[in-house]
């Protein structure tokens, strides 16, 4: 259900302005498990027995196993019940000609509880003293805005002026309280956190600030050239005291050639519309949780095996860093737009290239340092990532009358990223896995010869040629530490679209096509171990792989080991 209303009013005079809106909105959910249906090979048992009842001597072997797996689908649905109320006033003062004052505030606050139970029914009659469980969980989201304004824009010389600056503070807040019962008796008394055996509680809590301060400057001569500039300067609570703010950027320049005068008469007279475009500029990324610079503690309680002396204890939960800053990514984007007979067909051409550094991440750390659940460090590292590309779209309209119409579109994409520099990479856990000057979406993979007539098994190149078949798990291996020598690029090397738009009278279709070259694993890599119980795969190797000694197979035999090692070396191949 949706509740929403708006009201405004505007002076006179029309340089005073006032906009209310709020929206009250209720949303009740019965939200019911995945159900595994899709996963099962075609020959298992039903999920029913003939009575009707959920099958479970059949999958389970008379309780001999513990696999029957649509347990899920007998739990009775799981409500979830949201509540979220949405604010927003915004106010607009003009006290003179080209000069306006406005402020944008929002209000967004949002309560959602969720039920989850697990049912005696839904579980293996085979089990004993078997019993019930139930979660209940809450959530409140809350967040407010403040964002003032002031425009100016005039007239300077042959063009037109505009300044800007605005502020940005927004605070969010999120609580969430969750109980877990286990030991019900009975499923009658799911309802309630009262009726349960036993109950374990858990809270999150969360506060997020940021703040922001920007400056703009447009100008555009004479509709021929344009340049914009912008200053950022950025807060966020995520960062250390230290660190809390980064200052960044950004210039652009636009020039329509098809305004010139001189130009024009040279100019072919397919070509009404030619704009050059090209910008640089920084920005920054916050793109960690919250409270890493601090440290925080959590309650290591007896049920999950902690405790000292019979007592609850509290445990430090991070690594605490107050030295990272802000993520940096410089930008330069140029393009080229073009309008052809009269803007029945569009043309962009745009190349980019995007380097980021100071990259935040959670930096591995050894296992002799770590503790309970704390195995890395929030912080900045030295390694310079460049994407680039080319990336166009071609829109043409096909035909364009009173009720009718239709438009063909076209667009490609040629991305790439490499690894310009890491400063001191050998000494650091990723030494294995980027090399410099190559792309991050490198493989290195085995290369497989066959499968063995007489054994069913597969072959691979020995390429170090030290009698057996080897890889050390490091995506980019040192040359002859194993046998991986075959490198591929998983980067798409080229993708895309193509389709068709219209609209007649009151109708509207569209169809469209997506193209994309890219290597990709083995199909044989979506099959986790051919042979094991309720493994379901693609019919090309049920019906490809080895079955006997002398056949000719493209896939190698199926085994009922989950441990065997042939299946391991196929993920890693080409």
């Known amino acids: ?51 009707g009842n959920p099958n479970w001597s059949e999958w389970n072997a008379d309780g001999l196993l513990n696999i029957y797996p649509f347990g899920r689908d007998l739990k009775p649905a799981n409500p979830q019940k949201t509540t979220a109320l949405t604010n927003s006033l915004m106010l607009d003062y003009k006290p003179f000609k080209g000069f306006t004052l406005s402020l944008l505030t929002g209000y967004n606050f949002s309560h959602n509880n969720t039920k989850d139970f697990l049912t005696i029914a839904a579980r293996s009659p085979y089990i004993s003293n078997v019993t019930g469980e139930a979660s209940f969980s809450t959530t409140t989201n809350t967040s407010v805005l403040v964002n003032p304004q002031a425009t100016y824009q005039t007239r300077l010389g042959r063009g037109n002026l505009e300044l800007s600056l605005v502020g940005t503070s927004q605070f969010t807040e999120t609580s969430v309280t969750s109980q877990y019962g286990y030991g019900y008796t009975n499923d009658i008394l799911l309802g309630s956190i009262k009726n349960a055996g036993g109950v374990m509680v858990a809270d999150a809590f969360k506060q997020l600030r940021n703040a922001s301060f920007i400056g703009h400057v447009n100008y555009n001569y004479d509709n021929r050239y344009i340049i914009n500039l912008n200053g950022t300067r950025q807060g966020s609570s995520k960062f250390g005291p230290a660190n809390k703010y980064g200052s960044f950027g950004s210039a652009a320049f636009a020039w329509i050639a098809s305004e010139e005068n001189w130009l024009k008469p040279v100019l072919p007279k397919a070509i009404n519309f030619l704009k050059f475009n090209a910008s640089y500029g920084m920005d920054g990324s916050d793109g960690i949780d919250e409270y890493q610079y601090l440290e ?99 829109d043409v309209k096909l035909v364009s009358t009173q009720d009718f119409s239709l438009a063909a579109m076209f667009n490609f994409s040629r991305n790439r990223n490499r690894l310009l520099s890491f400063p001191g990479i050998d000494q650091t856990p990723y030494a294995g896995q980027y090399a410099i000057g190559k792309s991050i979406n490198m493989a290195s993979l085995l290369h497989y010869k066959g499968v063995d007539p007489l054994t069913g098994a597969p072959a691979f190149e020995d390429y170090n040629k030290d009698g057996k078949i080897t890889w050390n798990g490091l995506v980019a291996p040192p040359p002859g530490s194993d046998d991986r020598a075959i490198v591929y690029d998983l980067q798409p090397g080229i993708n895309g679209g193509f389709g068709l738009q219209g609209n007649f009278k009151k109708l509207s279709f569209s169809l469209f096509f997506v193209y994309k070259k890219q290597k990709g694993y083995s199909l044989y890599t979506s099959v986790s171990s051919p042979g094991i119980f309720n493994q379901n795969m693609p019919p090309a190797i049920l019906d490809g792989h080895w079955q006997q000694p002398g056949d000719i197979a493209s896939y190698p035999a199926f085994s009922t080991v989950i441990s065997n090692p042939y299946f391991g070396l196929m993920a890693v191949s080409d």
Do not use: C
């Open 1 to 51: 259900y949706t509740l929403a209303a708006q009201i405004g009013h505007t002076t006179k005079d029309r340089k005073f302005s006032i906009n209310f809106s709020s929206k009250l909105a209720y949303m009740y959910v019965d939200v019911l498990s995945r159900s595994p249906v899709t996963l099962v090979v075609p020959h298992a048992p039903p999920m029913f027995d003939k009575n």
């Open 296 to 394: 925080l503690w959590t309650i290591q309680n007896m049920a999950s095996g902690g405790g000292y002396n019979g007592q609850m204890v509290l445990i430090p939960s991070i690594r605490p860093n107050q030295k990272y800053k802000w993520e940096n990514n410089r930008k330069f984007n140029s393009s080229l737009v073009m309008g052809l007979f009269k803007d029945r067909v569009n043309l962009n051409l745009t190349y980019y290239q995007n380097r980021v550094s100071n990259q935040l991440t959670a930096y591995p750390t050894p296992s002799y340092v770590n503790g309970s659940d704390i195995n890395a460090i929030i912080t900045n590292i030295p390694m310079l990532l460049e994407n680039r590309g080319w990336e166009g779209s071609i």
